[in-house]
């Protein structure tokens, strides 16, 4: 598939030249003879310099000119991360060893945390996309899936690490973004997922998910998860057993989730059948999603989040606590995004952040869980 960009563009990468000489906009600027406000529009693309100031560009900055600008290629080989026809037009992207990666933004989160900006268009006539970034700006997007919603967060911190830095958060369950994390689709994958092959929350399938490259998986957060309910909690739902009454309505979530398997695993232990549990194949997809089918009366009770209930302002009743890690390949690590989060994970502004959502627990943010070696190492 091809990506298509109308007219081509200039690359220019100049700031991080820059940056990587220890150098601040208003110094590069005096060393060359312009003004700041002349660095800062070449290095947002909307300033293509002359020959001379291009020349003293390279020159204090130690390398070629076509090392700091570039005409971009009019097309490029871009891979669509879904191979059925997307579902919007608009699409996020990154480049992920090597290779443009499109994702079609999921339908279901732009009703509660608004819509993402695109990067660019999918043109179906034409099987190509058409591109609404400079390609620089792709090449400094990390791509984060998983489904905390605190990932948001993450994102917005990392904008005031570096701007021109960026973190696009990719909403799905945890088997798919540890799918997605292996195959090459993102950077970082987001899981919860109980596991009993190495004893620890998530380990044995980070370890299948990294046995290429190796990488390494490191903590998040922890929080509550728990059935949510109205206020009062009116149907008096307290177990997994209350859930097979007759005039309780659940919401499940889909195949791979990990509050699906922790569902799953309460149910075993009680010895309850998923046939006895009246809207256990009525599926959503995310922790806002069952909230809202609780809030709009569509269901009696769902699995989420105690902060996700809190944000509802829906009861909440506790079941278990949950992990959430981060699986980061190793060959990624070195990404400018992936390292700028990793370093930030130690912040005291995001740990302050995220214990402020109730539930979360952040004593082990930052935590490197375990490393594992890859096939190619």
């Known amino acids: 598939m091809r990506l298509r960009t109308d007219p081509p563009d200039l690359t220019t990468r100049v700031r991080a030249a820059r940056q990587a000489h220890?150098?601040?906009?208003e110094e590069l600027a005096k060393r060359i003879g312009v003004t700041r406000q002349a660095i800062i529009a070449i290095e947002n693309g909307r300033y293509v310099p002359n020959t001379l100031v291009a020349l003293r560009l390279a020159h204090v900055l130690e390398c070629r000119v076509d090392e700091l600008?570039?005409?971009?290629?009019a097309e490029a080989s871009v891979r669509l991360w879904d191979p059925s026809p997307p579902r919007s037009r608009r699409l996020v992207m990154a480049k992920v060893r090597g290779q443009l990666i499109g994702h079609s933004p999921a339908v279901s989160r732009p009703f509660f945390e608004g819509f993402p900006s695109a990067d660019g268009l999918w043109v179906e006539e034409k099987s190509q996309a058409q591109l609404l970034v400079p390609l620089e700006q792709i090449e400094n997007t990390g791509l984060i899936m998983g489904c905390?919603?605190?990932?948001?967060?993450?994102?917005?911190?990392?904008?005031?690490?570096?701007?021109?830095?960026?973190?696009?958060?990719?909403?799905?369950?945890?088997?798919?973004?540890?799918?997605?994390?292996?195959?090459?689709?993102?950077?970082i994958a987001g899981s919860?997922?109980?596991?009993?092959?190495?004893?620890?929350?998530?380990?044995?399938?980070?370890?299948?998910?990294?046995?290429?490259f190796g990488g390494l998986v490191v903590t998040l957060a922890s929080w509550e998860q728990g059935f949510?309910?109205?206020r009062g909690n009116p149907r008096k739902i307290r177990s997994v057993e209350d859930l097979t009454r007759k005039n309780i309505r659940f919401v499940n979530r889909e195949i791979g989730a990990g509050t699906r398997q922790a569902l799953d695993s309460l149910l075993k232990t009680a010895g309850i059948?998923?046939?006895?549990?009246?809207?256990?194949?009525r599926i959503v997809q995310g922790h806002f999603v069952t909230a809202m089918a609780v809030t709009s009366g569509a269901a009696d009770v769902g699995i989420s989040l105690r902060a996700v209930a809190h944000a509802f302002d829906l009861d909440f009743v506790p079941l278990t606590d949950v992990r959430f890690d981060l699986v980061v390949p190793q060959d990624h690590i070195s990404h400018p995004v992936v390292a700028a989060l990793l370093d930030m994970l130690q912040s005291r502004q995001l740990k302050a952040d995220l214990s402020a959502l109730p539930g979360y627990d952040v004593s082990q943010t930052g935590r490197v869980q375990t490393r594992f070696s890859g096939s190619q190492d």
Not at 69 to 73: I, T
């Open 148 to 187: 905390d919603p605190s990932l948001s967060i993450l994102s917005a911190h990392l904008a005031r690490h570096g701007s021109h830095l960026r973190l696009a958060c990719i909403s799905a369950c945890s088997l798919t973004a540890l799918e997605a994390v292996s195959r090459g689709g993102v950077h």
């Open 69 to 73: 600008f570039s005409l971009q290629d």
């Open 192 to 212: 919860h997922l109980r596991d009993a092959g190495l004893g620890d929350c998530n380990l044995a399938q980070a370890k299948k998910a990294l046995s290429t």
């Open 273 to 281: 059948s998923g046939k006895q549990v009246a809207g256990y194949d």
């Open 22 to 25: 220890g150098l601040s906009q």
């Open 228 to 230: 949510v309910v109205l």
